[in-house]
């Protein structure tokens, strides 16, 4: 998952100490708030200056054409308009080098990018009010992450707003691409930690499994009376590597991964017939609690001496409610 760091957020430092120290950290893009002001180009022209990191401009204004006209003359790497505060439809030019996205409020559903997917790479999803630096991140948002992953597979997912350590590893867990982050890394008394902490580790948690799991609704379960088929089926359209498998009462019964149908063909190699649901269906599953901490989930998942890629999650009264997939957080770090 790639930082951008917002420039603006930090008022103190001189601007050429704080670039040359988030470049010293390697940072990955500078992130520009244009609200409605020309100006933040000159900024742009005195920071290409001194710097040869790619800028990530955020442009929010009811008339676009004269920052296109900029962009044509002044080009960036990354940019995106706030689709809220566009009067029509805006017509995406082709800039060389230049990469389009639509910001979107929290409130603004996913749908609104639908206009915009033959001519944006990206969306910003604004967790915390646009322009504004320090705000809290809006937990619905995972859910809406989740949303525009399932509808517009191929597009890259940028968040910006309240991300900290807690909320970058749940966002890496989301398969999130890029991340924008204020207060948290660029007034943080160590820039370096701060970084660090927005890539690899969690330092504190409030949120819990059911904030961000998937829920219940969008995970592949299937019924204990399932066929082998319908099992297979599941796990294939998922794409996810496991199938849940609840009983009559909505509990968690077992689950099937792809190790588990492995292991289960070559139980009954000699004779495929004979195959059953027990033999491809781990019955004893490990799980999780909805109302667990990440850091509950953490030292769960490390007491373990085996590899956990996913997990059901339960309700306290047992029924099966989600699950956590770490597939994309793997691969993020790896």
């Given at each position: 998952?790639?930082?951008?760091?917002?420039?603006y957020?930090?008022?103190e430092?001189?601007r050429?100490?704080?670039?040359?120290?988030?470049d010293?950290?390697?940072?990955?893009?500078?992130?520009?708030?244009?609200?409605?002001?020309?100006?933040?180009?000159?900024?742009?022209?005195?920071?290409?200056?001194?710097?040869?990191?790619?800028?990530?401009?955020?442009?929010?204004?009811?008339?676009?054409?004269?920052?296109?006209?900029?962009?044509?003359?002044?080009?960036?790497?990354?940019?995106?308009?706030?689709?809220?505060?566009?009067?029509?439809?805006?017509?995406?030019?082709?800039?060389?080098?230049?990469?389009?996205?639509?910001?979107?409020?929290?409130?603004?559903?996913?749908?609104a990018?639908?206009?915009?997917?033959?001519?944006?790479d990206?969306?910003?999803?604004?967790?915390?009010?646009?322009?504004?630096?320090?705000?809290?991140?809006?937990?619905?948002?995972?859910?809406?992450?989740?949303?525009f992953?399932n509808?517009?597979?191929?597009k890259?997912?940028?968040?910006?707003?309240?991300?900290?350590?807690?909320?970058?590893?749940?966002?890496?867990?989301?398969?999130?691409?890029?991340?924008?982050?204020?207060?948290?890394?660029?007034?943080?008394?160590?820039?370096?930690?701060?970084?660090?902490?927005?890539?690899?580790?969690?330092?504190?948690?409030?949120?819990r499994?059911?904030?961000?799991?998937?829920?219940?609704?969008?995970?592949?379960?299937?019924?204990?009376?399932?066929?082998?088929?319908?099992?297979?089926?599941?796990?294939?359209?998922?794409?996810?590597?496991?199938?849940?498998?609840?009983?009559?009462?909505?509990?968690l019964?077992?689950?099937?991964?792809?190790?588990?149908?492995?292991?289960?063909?070559?139980?009954?190699?000699?004779?495929?017939n004979?195959?059953?649901?027990?033999?491809?269906?781990?019955?004893?599953?490990?799980?999780?609690?909805?109302?667990?901490?990440?850091?509950?989930?953490?030292?769960?998942?490390?007491?373990?001496?085996?590899?956990?890629?996913?997990?059901?999650?339960?309700?306290?009264?047992?029924?099966?409610?989600g699950?956590?997939?770490?597939?994309?957080?793997?691969?993020?770090?790896?």
């Amino acid at each position: 998952m790639k930082i951008s760091a917002s420039l603006y957020s930090n008022k103190e430092k001189p601007r050429e100490e704080l670039v040359a120290e988030l470049d010293k950290c390697n940072i990955d893009y500078f992130h520009i708030d244009c609200n409605d002001d020309p100006s933040v180009f000159g900024d742009i022209q005195e920071i290409r200056k001194i710097s040869q990191t790619p800028i990530d401009l955020h442009i929010i204004t009811e008339d676009p054409n004269p920052y296109l006209e900029l962009l044509q003359k002044s080009p960036v790497e990354r940019v995106c308009f706030q689709f809220e505060n566009l009067p029509s439809k805006l017509d995406i030019p082709t800039i060389d080098g230049t990469s389009f996205g639509l910001a979107l409020v929290s409130d603004t559903g996913v749908e609104a990018f639908e206009e915009y997917k033959n001519d944006c790479d990206f969306v910003l999803i604004m967790t915390t009010t646009p322009g504004q630096s320090g705000g809290k991140f809006r937990p619905d948002n995972f859910q809406k992450i989740r949303k525009f992953r399932n509808r517009f597979p191929g597009k890259e997912i940028e968040v910006d707003g309240g991300v900290n350590d807690e909320v970058g590893f749940i966002l890496r867990m989301l398969g999130v691409q890029s991340v924008v982050s204020g207060s948290y890394l660029v007034n943080h008394e160590s820039i370096p930690e701060a970084l660090l902490h927005l890539r690899s580790s969690v330092i504190h948690s409030e949120f819990r499994v059911k904030d961000f799991m998937i829920v219940k609704e969008n995970a592949p379960v299937v019924s204990i009376d399932s066929t082998i088929q319908r099992i297979i089926q599941t796990i294939d359209n998922y794409k996810m590597g496991f199938a849940i498998v609840e009983d009559d009462e909505g509990k968690l019964a077992g689950i099937s991964s792809n190790a588990d149908m492995r292991k289960g063909l070559l139980r009954k190699f000699e004779d495929l017939n004979e195959l059953t649901t027990s033999d491809i269906v781990n019955e004893n599953p490990t799980s999780i609690s909805e109302d667990a901490t990440i850091t509950e989930m953490l030292d769960f998942i490390h007491a373990k001496k085996f590899l956990i890629s996913y997990l059901p999650v339960v309700a306290a009264n047992g029924l099966l409610s989600g699950a956590v997939s770490f597939i994309n957080l793997i691969r993020s770090e790896s």
